[in-house]
Protein backbone atom coordinates (compact mmCIF):
# COMPACT_ATOMS: atom_id res chain seq x y z
CA UNK A 1 0.00 0.00 0.00
CA UNK A 2 1.22 3.37 -0.65
CA UNK A 3 2.29 5.69 1.85
CA UNK A 4 0.50 8.80 3.26
CA UNK A 5 2.06 10.33 5.38
CA UNK A 6 1.42 13.37 4.60
CA UNK A 7 -1.08 15.29 2.44
CA UNK A 8 -0.39 18.49 1.51
CA UNK A 9 -3.07 21.25 0.96
CA UNK A 10 -1.95 23.36 -1.57
CA UNK A 11 -3.95 26.08 -3.18
CA UNK A 12 -5.35 26.17 -6.44
CA UNK A 13 -5.38 29.86 -7.21
CA UNK A 14 -2.03 30.18 -6.88
CA UNK A 15 0.71 29.68 -9.57
CA UNK A 16 4.22 29.79 -7.41
CA UNK A 17 2.29 27.28 -4.78
CA UNK A 18 1.13 25.05 -7.29
CA UNK A 19 4.79 24.97 -9.42
CA UNK A 20 6.53 24.73 -5.49
CA UNK A 21 4.19 22.35 -3.90
CA UNK A 22 6.76 18.98 -4.64
CA UNK A 23 10.35 20.86 -3.15
CA UNK A 24 8.68 20.08 0.35
CA UNK A 25 8.85 16.35 -0.67
CA UNK A 26 4.90 15.14 1.36
CA UNK A 27 3.54 11.41 -0.30
CA UNK A 28 0.86 13.35 -1.80
CA UNK A 29 0.00 16.75 -2.84
CA UNK A 30 -3.61 17.94 -3.19
CA UNK A 31 -4.54 20.93 -4.90
CA UNK A 32 -7.21 22.55 -3.75
CA UNK A 33 -10.19 23.95 -5.48
CA UNK A 34 -12.60 24.18 -2.85
CA UNK A 35 -12.03 26.04 0.27
CA UNK A 36 -9.09 27.93 -1.13
CA UNK A 37 -10.49 29.36 -3.75
CA UNK A 38 -13.04 32.38 -3.82
CA UNK A 39 -16.57 31.78 -5.76
CA UNK A 40 -15.25 34.27 -7.99
CA UNK A 41 -12.09 32.26 -8.92
CA UNK A 42 -13.42 29.04 -9.25
CA UNK A 43 -13.23 28.94 -13.17
CA UNK A 44 -9.57 30.46 -12.90
CA UNK A 45 -8.20 27.89 -10.10
CA UNK A 46 -9.61 24.84 -12.08
CA UNK A 47 -7.77 26.14 -15.50
CA UNK A 48 -4.35 26.58 -13.65
CA UNK A 49 -4.80 23.27 -11.50
CA UNK A 50 -5.37 21.49 -14.98
CA UNK A 51 -3.07 23.39 -16.65
CA UNK A 52 -0.22 22.88 -13.18
CA UNK A 53 -0.72 18.77 -13.52
CA UNK A 54 -0.60 17.99 -17.25
CA UNK A 55 2.47 20.11 -17.93
CA UNK A 56 4.75 20.09 -14.19
CA UNK A 57 6.26 17.52 -13.23
CA UNK A 58 5.98 16.47 -9.25
CA UNK A 59 8.01 14.19 -7.20
CA UNK A 60 4.87 12.36 -5.65
CA UNK A 61 1.16 11.55 -6.29
CA UNK A 62 -0.96 14.31 -6.76
CA UNK A 63 -4.53 14.57 -6.28
CA UNK A 64 -7.43 17.44 -6.66
CA UNK A 65 -9.77 18.71 -4.03
CA UNK A 66 -12.74 19.77 -5.92
CA UNK A 67 -16.27 21.20 -5.19
CA UNK A 68 -18.53 18.95 -4.15
CA UNK A 69 -21.19 18.00 -6.82
CA UNK A 70 -23.99 19.58 -5.00
CA UNK A 71 -22.55 22.74 -5.69
CA UNK A 72 -22.54 24.90 -8.87
CA UNK A 73 -18.88 23.85 -9.49
CA UNK A 74 -18.42 19.98 -8.54
CA UNK A 75 -19.01 18.82 -11.76
CA UNK A 76 -17.32 21.18 -14.06
CA UNK A 77 -14.59 20.81 -11.55
CA UNK A 78 -14.58 16.91 -12.71
CA UNK A 79 -14.93 17.81 -16.28
CA UNK A 80 -11.90 19.48 -16.65
CA UNK A 81 -9.96 18.07 -14.15
CA UNK A 82 -10.09 14.43 -15.56
CA UNK A 83 -9.06 15.83 -18.85
CA UNK A 84 -5.53 14.99 -16.90
CA UNK A 85 -5.81 12.36 -14.97
CA UNK A 86 -4.67 13.07 -11.69
CA UNK A 87 -3.76 9.99 -9.05
CA UNK A 88 -7.10 10.97 -6.93
CA UNK A 89 -10.15 13.07 -6.78
CA UNK A 90 -10.23 14.18 -2.79
CA UNK A 91 -14.24 14.68 -1.98
CA UNK A 92 -15.34 17.10 0.43
CA UNK A 93 -18.10 16.76 2.64
CA UNK A 94 -18.81 12.74 1.76
CA UNK A 95 -21.98 11.88 3.39
CA UNK A 96 -23.98 9.96 1.38
CA UNK A 97 -22.87 6.53 -0.51
CA UNK A 98 -24.74 8.28 -3.89
CA UNK A 99 -22.58 10.72 -3.89
CA UNK A 100 -19.79 8.46 -3.79
CA UNK A 101 -20.78 6.64 -6.50
CA UNK A 102 -21.99 9.26 -8.74
CA UNK A 103 -18.44 10.48 -8.89
CA UNK A 104 -17.36 6.86 -10.15
CA UNK A 105 -18.89 6.77 -12.54
CA UNK A 106 -17.76 10.21 -13.98
CA UNK A 107 -14.44 9.06 -13.22
CA UNK A 108 -14.82 5.75 -14.93
CA UNK A 109 -16.65 7.62 -18.10
CA UNK A 110 -13.45 9.95 -17.77
CA UNK A 111 -10.86 7.32 -18.10
CA UNK A 112 -12.73 5.46 -20.84
CA UNK A 113 -13.26 8.64 -23.01
CA UNK A 114 -9.41 9.76 -22.64
CA UNK A 115 -7.91 6.17 -22.55
CA UNK A 116 -7.00 5.81 -19.25
CA UNK A 117 -6.59 2.68 -17.26
CA UNK A 118 -9.80 1.77 -15.41
CA UNK A 119 -9.52 2.48 -12.08
CA UNK A 120 -6.11 4.38 -12.15
CA UNK A 121 -7.31 7.40 -10.62
CA UNK A 122 -8.60 6.83 -6.94
CA UNK A 123 -10.38 8.75 -4.50
CA UNK A 124 -9.73 10.20 -0.82
CA UNK A 125 -13.07 11.39 1.09
CA UNK A 126 -13.21 14.12 3.56
CA UNK A 127 -16.00 13.50 6.19
CA UNK A 128 -17.52 16.65 7.72
CA UNK A 129 -20.46 16.28 9.37
CA UNK A 130 -21.75 13.73 11.64
CA UNK A 131 -23.96 11.67 9.30
CA UNK A 132 -20.88 11.26 7.40
CA UNK A 133 -18.88 9.86 10.22
CA UNK A 134 -21.63 7.43 11.11
CA UNK A 135 -21.82 6.49 7.42
CA UNK A 136 -18.00 6.43 7.21
CA UNK A 137 -17.38 2.51 6.89
CA UNK A 138 -20.30 2.42 4.31
CA UNK A 139 -18.99 5.35 2.47
CA UNK A 140 -15.53 3.87 2.35
CA UNK A 141 -16.65 0.84 0.66
CA UNK A 142 -19.11 2.94 -1.73
CA UNK A 143 -16.71 2.74 -4.36
CA UNK A 144 -13.62 0.63 -4.67
CA UNK A 145 -11.78 3.93 -6.03
CA UNK A 146 -11.83 5.12 -2.21
CA UNK A 147 -8.24 4.27 -0.88
CA UNK A 148 -8.33 6.64 1.86
CA UNK A 149 -10.93 8.43 4.17
CA UNK A 150 -9.83 11.75 6.28
CA UNK A 151 -11.89 13.92 8.45
CA UNK A 152 -12.21 18.10 8.46
CA UNK A 153 -12.56 18.82 11.72
CA UNK A 154 -13.40 22.17 11.46
CA UNK A 155 -16.89 21.70 9.74
CA UNK A 156 -17.62 18.71 11.63
CA UNK A 157 -16.95 20.72 15.19
CA UNK A 158 -19.10 23.11 13.52
CA UNK A 159 -22.10 20.35 12.84
CA UNK A 160 -22.01 19.23 16.13
CA UNK A 161 -22.26 21.93 18.02
CA UNK A 162 -18.99 21.34 19.53
CA UNK A 163 -16.13 24.10 20.44
CA UNK A 164 -12.67 23.60 19.07
CA UNK A 165 -9.47 23.35 21.43
CA UNK A 166 -6.22 22.99 21.56
CA UNK A 167 -6.68 19.24 22.20
CA UNK A 168 -9.22 18.40 20.42
CA UNK A 169 -11.15 16.28 22.65
CA UNK A 170 -15.02 17.40 21.08
CA UNK A 171 -13.75 15.27 18.02
CA UNK A 172 -12.52 11.78 19.90
CA UNK A 173 -15.22 9.94 19.37
CA UNK A 174 -15.47 11.35 15.39
CA UNK A 175 -11.32 10.23 15.10
CA UNK A 176 -11.70 6.73 16.59
CA UNK A 177 -14.91 6.57 14.56
CA UNK A 178 -13.05 7.50 11.11
CA UNK A 179 -9.91 4.96 11.90
CA UNK A 180 -12.49 2.37 12.73
CA UNK A 181 -14.14 2.37 9.79
CA UNK A 182 -11.12 2.90 7.64
CA UNK A 183 -9.94 -0.71 9.02
CA UNK A 184 -12.58 -2.42 8.92
CA UNK A 185 -13.26 -0.72 5.03
CA UNK A 186 -9.29 -1.75 4.45
CA UNK A 187 -8.63 1.89 3.42
CA UNK A 188 -5.83 4.24 4.44
CA UNK A 189 -6.90 7.01 7.49
CA UNK A 190 -5.81 10.25 7.39
CA UNK A 191 -5.59 12.32 10.42
CA UNK A 192 -7.38 15.81 10.28
CA UNK A 193 -5.40 19.13 9.21
CA UNK A 194 -4.13 21.43 12.56
CA UNK A 195 -5.63 24.78 11.81
CA UNK A 196 -2.97 26.97 13.95
CA UNK A 197 0.23 26.73 11.83
CA UNK A 198 1.77 28.88 14.44
CA UNK A 199 1.57 26.61 16.90
CA UNK A 200 4.26 23.95 16.62
CA UNK A 201 3.77 22.03 20.27
CA UNK A 202 0.12 21.85 19.57
CA UNK A 203 0.71 20.39 16.06
CA UNK A 204 3.44 18.02 17.28
CA UNK A 205 0.94 16.99 20.37
CA UNK A 206 -1.60 16.28 17.97
CA UNK A 207 0.55 14.24 15.03
CA UNK A 208 1.50 12.22 17.87
CA UNK A 209 -2.01 11.33 19.58
CA UNK A 210 -3.17 10.59 15.68
CA UNK A 211 -0.23 8.18 15.24
CA UNK A 212 -0.56 6.84 18.24
CA UNK A 213 -4.25 5.86 17.88
CA UNK A 214 -3.12 4.06 14.41
CA UNK A 215 -4.03 6.97 11.73
CA UNK A 216 -1.28 6.19 8.18
CA UNK A 217 -0.92 10.08 8.33
CA UNK A 218 -1.92 13.38 8.28
CA UNK A 219 -3.28 16.50 6.40
CA UNK A 220 -1.30 19.26 6.32
CA UNK A 221 -1.70 23.31 4.78
CA UNK A 222 1.36 24.82 5.84
CA UNK A 223 4.59 23.02 4.00
CA UNK A 224 6.61 23.57 7.17
CA UNK A 225 4.49 20.37 8.44
CA UNK A 226 5.72 18.07 5.89
CA UNK A 227 9.24 16.85 7.94
CA UNK A 228 7.51 17.41 10.86
CA UNK A 229 4.91 15.04 10.63
CA UNK A 230 7.40 12.38 8.22
CA UNK A 231 10.21 12.73 11.58
CA UNK A 232 6.81 11.57 14.26
CA UNK A 233 6.03 8.99 11.67
CA UNK A 234 9.64 7.82 11.72
CA UNK A 235 10.03 4.39 13.78
CA UNK A 236 12.16 4.39 16.00
CA UNK A 237 15.64 2.21 16.07
CA UNK A 238 14.69 -0.37 18.61
CA UNK A 239 11.20 -0.59 16.52
CA UNK A 240 12.63 -1.22 13.37
CA UNK A 241 15.38 -3.93 14.49
CA UNK A 242 12.51 -5.79 16.08
CA UNK A 243 10.40 -5.93 13.02
CA UNK A 244 13.45 -6.94 10.92
CA UNK A 245 13.94 -9.66 13.38
CA UNK A 246 10.03 -10.69 13.52
CA UNK A 247 9.90 -10.39 9.17
CA UNK A 248 13.30 -12.79 9.76
CA UNK A 249 12.02 -15.27 11.68
CA UNK A 250 8.56 -15.27 9.90
CA UNK A 251 10.25 -15.92 6.27
CA UNK A 252 12.37 -18.67 8.06
CA UNK A 253 9.22 -20.18 9.45
CA UNK A 254 7.61 -20.38 5.86
CA UNK A 255 10.50 -21.41 4.37
CA UNK A 256 10.85 -24.28 6.80
CA UNK A 257 7.01 -25.16 6.60
CA UNK A 258 6.60 -24.24 10.01
CA UNK A 259 3.17 -23.77 11.55
CA UNK A 260 4.16 -22.10 14.55
CA UNK A 261 6.54 -19.02 14.82
CA UNK A 262 8.56 -17.59 17.63
CA UNK A 263 10.67 -14.73 18.24
CA UNK A 264 12.23 -15.10 22.27
CA UNK A 265 9.93 -16.92 23.24
CA UNK A 266 6.90 -14.99 22.22
CA UNK A 267 4.43 -16.47 19.37
CA UNK A 268 4.09 -14.20 15.88
CA UNK A 269 0.76 -14.45 14.17
CA UNK A 270 -0.26 -12.34 11.40
CA UNK A 271 -1.29 -9.05 12.73
CA UNK A 272 2.30 -8.51 14.29
CA UNK A 273 3.56 -9.57 10.77
CA UNK A 274 1.67 -6.94 9.50
CA UNK A 275 2.76 -4.44 11.90
CA UNK A 276 6.67 -5.06 11.27
CA UNK A 277 5.49 -4.88 7.57
CA UNK A 278 4.19 -1.30 8.39
CA UNK A 279 7.11 -0.10 10.33
CA UNK A 280 9.99 -1.29 7.43
CA UNK A 281 7.46 1.10 4.91
CA UNK A 282 7.99 4.18 7.40
CA UNK A 283 11.45 3.38 7.98
CA UNK A 284 12.25 2.59 4.50
CA UNK A 285 9.97 6.44 3.07
CA UNK A 286 12.64 7.77 6.01
CA UNK A 287 15.76 6.45 3.95
CA UNK A 288 16.63 4.70 7.83
CA UNK A 289 17.04 1.79 5.62
CA UNK A 290 17.10 0.85 2.25
CA UNK A 291 14.57 -1.32 0.49
CA UNK A 292 15.25 -5.63 1.37
CA UNK A 293 16.81 -4.44 4.56
CA UNK A 294 13.53 -6.05 6.03
CA UNK A 295 13.56 -9.03 3.94
CA UNK B 1 -12.37 19.20 -27.92
CA UNK B 2 -8.30 18.81 -27.61
CA UNK B 3 -7.68 16.50 -23.98
CA UNK B 4 -6.94 19.16 -21.47
CA UNK B 5 -7.92 22.14 -23.75
CA UNK B 6 -11.10 23.77 -23.84
CA UNK B 7 -14.27 24.25 -25.43
CA UNK B 8 -14.28 26.41 -28.46
CA UNK B 9 -16.11 29.50 -28.98
CA UNK B 10 -16.35 33.05 -30.26
CA UNK B 11 -15.21 36.27 -27.60
CA UNK B 12 -18.06 38.56 -26.93
CA UNK B 13 -16.59 40.47 -24.50
CA UNK B 14 -13.48 42.11 -22.84
CA UNK B 15 -12.26 40.01 -19.91
CA UNK B 16 -9.17 39.13 -17.25
CA UNK B 17 -7.93 36.37 -15.27
CA UNK B 18 -5.09 36.10 -13.48
CA UNK B 19 -3.19 38.97 -11.06
CA UNK B 20 -0.29 41.79 -11.24
CA UNK B 21 -0.18 42.06 -7.80
CA UNK B 22 1.42 38.35 -7.07
CA UNK B 23 4.68 36.35 -8.06
CA UNK B 24 4.63 33.85 -11.05
CA UNK B 25 1.19 35.00 -11.45
CA UNK B 26 -0.25 36.97 -14.76
CA UNK B 27 -2.99 38.72 -15.91
CA UNK B 28 -3.86 38.12 -19.15
CA UNK B 29 -6.62 40.68 -21.05
CA UNK B 30 -8.83 39.91 -23.54
CA UNK B 31 -11.03 41.91 -25.78
CA UNK B 32 -12.67 41.61 -29.43
CA UNK B 33 -11.79 43.55 -32.25
CA UNK B 34 -13.23 44.30 -35.63
CA UNK B 35 -13.81 41.28 -38.07
CA UNK B 36 -10.59 40.73 -39.92
CA UNK B 37 -8.19 42.41 -37.90
CA UNK B 38 -6.83 39.06 -36.35
CA UNK B 39 -4.58 38.57 -33.15
CA UNK B 40 -2.54 41.71 -31.62
CA UNK B 41 -0.88 40.41 -28.42
CA UNK B 42 1.16 43.05 -26.12
CA UNK B 43 3.46 41.81 -23.67
CA UNK B 44 4.99 43.68 -20.65
CA UNK B 45 7.33 41.85 -19.04
CA UNK B 46 10.30 42.02 -16.32
CA UNK B 47 12.45 38.96 -18.67
CA UNK B 48 10.60 40.30 -22.26
CA UNK B 49 14.55 40.06 -23.33
CA UNK B 50 14.57 36.71 -22.20
CA UNK B 51 10.67 35.33 -22.60
CA UNK B 52 9.16 37.78 -24.48
CA UNK B 53 9.09 35.91 -27.46
CA UNK B 54 8.09 32.32 -25.37
CA UNK B 55 5.35 34.03 -23.80
CA UNK B 56 3.69 35.53 -27.03
CA UNK B 57 3.75 32.03 -28.69
CA UNK B 58 2.34 30.26 -25.53
CA UNK B 59 -0.77 32.82 -25.74
CA UNK B 60 -0.78 32.15 -29.39
CA UNK B 61 -1.04 28.42 -29.10
CA UNK B 62 -3.67 28.90 -26.74
CA UNK B 63 -5.95 31.23 -29.34
CA UNK B 64 -4.78 28.70 -31.81
CA UNK B 65 -6.46 25.42 -30.37
CA UNK B 66 -9.65 27.27 -29.57
CA UNK B 67 -9.79 29.24 -32.74
CA UNK B 68 -10.38 32.39 -31.41
CA UNK B 69 -9.43 35.51 -33.88
CA UNK B 70 -9.97 39.17 -34.12
CA UNK B 71 -8.67 39.93 -30.81
CA UNK B 72 -6.54 42.43 -28.59
CA UNK B 73 -4.29 40.33 -25.94
CA UNK B 74 -2.76 41.96 -23.51
CA UNK B 75 0.10 39.92 -20.84
CA UNK B 76 1.34 41.71 -18.15
CA UNK B 77 3.72 38.94 -16.85
CA UNK B 78 4.95 39.09 -13.21
CA UNK B 79 7.21 36.05 -13.90
CA UNK B 80 5.06 33.36 -14.82
CA UNK B 81 5.73 30.39 -15.91
CA UNK B 82 4.49 28.61 -19.21
CA UNK B 83 1.48 26.45 -17.38
CA UNK B 84 0.38 29.64 -15.79
CA UNK B 85 0.50 31.49 -18.64
CA UNK B 86 -1.46 28.98 -20.19
CA UNK B 87 -4.15 28.67 -17.79
CA UNK B 88 -4.95 32.84 -17.68
CA UNK B 89 -5.18 32.23 -21.07
CA UNK B 90 -7.42 29.79 -21.42
CA UNK B 91 -9.81 31.13 -18.45
CA UNK B 92 -9.58 35.01 -19.68
CA UNK B 93 -11.09 33.37 -23.40
CA UNK B 94 -13.91 31.45 -21.79
CA UNK B 95 -14.38 34.46 -19.37
CA UNK B 96 -14.83 36.68 -22.59
CA UNK B 97 -17.31 33.76 -24.40
CA UNK B 98 -19.36 34.14 -21.59
CA UNK B 99 -22.85 36.04 -22.66
CA UNK B 100 -23.56 38.76 -19.57
Known sequence: ??????????????PGKLLNAGVYHPDSIIFDLEDAVSINEKDA?????????KYNEYPC?????VNHISTPFGYDDLEEILKVCPDFIRLPKSEAEEDIVAVDKIISQAEQK????????????????AKGILNSYKLAIA??????????????AADLKATRSKGGQEINFARSQLLLSARAAGVQAIDNVFADVSDIEGFTADVQMGKQLGFDGKSVIH???VALVHQIYSPAENEIVKAQKILLAYQEALANKSGVIALDGKMIDAPIVDRAERVLRYAQAMGIIQDGDGK | MNQGGMDLGKVLRKAQAGRVDKKNDVLVTIEPTEPGSGIQIEIKSPV????????????????????VDDVLVQVEDKGAMDFAIRARTETAIRRAQREV
Not at chain 1, 45 to 53: C, E, T
Open chain 1, 1 to 14: MKLRRTMLFVPGND
Open chain 1, 45 to 53: ARDLVKNAI
Open chain 1, 61 to 65: EVGVR
Open chain 1, 114 to 129: YGYEPGKIKMVLTIET
Open chain 1, 143 to 156: SKRVVAIGMGAEDL
Open chain 1, 223 to 225: PKH
Open chain 2, 48 to 67: IAEFGRQIRQTVQSVLEETA
